[in-house]
């Protein structure tokens, strides 16, 4: 069974920095692209970025470029999220995914990735 499970959410001040953590089991993690998403309160699910299996693609959406960083280690079969500079408008249960099909990337569509994990809260105070 496949399972992922995001840690490091909390409580920060604008601008300052947190890094999430998604540790996954259930599934070969190494052939697989990960993404992550947010949803906030009354707004649809949104893509945030996502990595390729072999860790070499990296994409971004436009509103955390610059400020947010992904990345993986196969060997812990973990892929993090490491945000700077936050902002209030980031404020939202950050959601970590695995691709549905291994050895393919560039997804930002949520239907392409089939587990999920429960959600860590994010919230910026301004």
């Known amino acids: 069974q496949v399972q992922l499970v995001e840690s490091g959410g909390g409580l920060v001040q604008a601008g300052g920095s947190l890094r999430l953590s998604c540790a996954t089991s259930?599934?070969?993690?190494?052939?697989?692209?990960m993404g992550w998403f947010r949803q906030a309160p009354s707004k649809e699910r949104e893509f945030v970025g996502a990595?390729?299996?072999?860790?070499?693609?990296?994409n971004y959406a436009d509103s955390v470029k610059g400020r947010f960083t992904i990345s993986r280690d196969n060997g812990k079969n973990t892929v993090y999220l490491q945000m700077n500079n936050l902002k209030p408008e980031d404020t939202a249960v950050y959601y970590c995914?695995?691709?549905?099909?291994?050895?393919?990337?560039?997804?930002?569509?949520?239907?392409?990735?089939?587990?999920w994990g429960q959600g860590t809260q994010v919230t910026v105070s301004s």
């Open positions: 990595i390729s299996w072999s860790g070499g693609s990296l």
């Open positions: 259930g599934r070969t993690f190494s052939n697989y692209d």
């Open positions: 995914a695995i691709r549905r099909r291994p050895f393919v990337s560039g997804s930002s569509v949520p239907t392409d990735y089939d587990y």
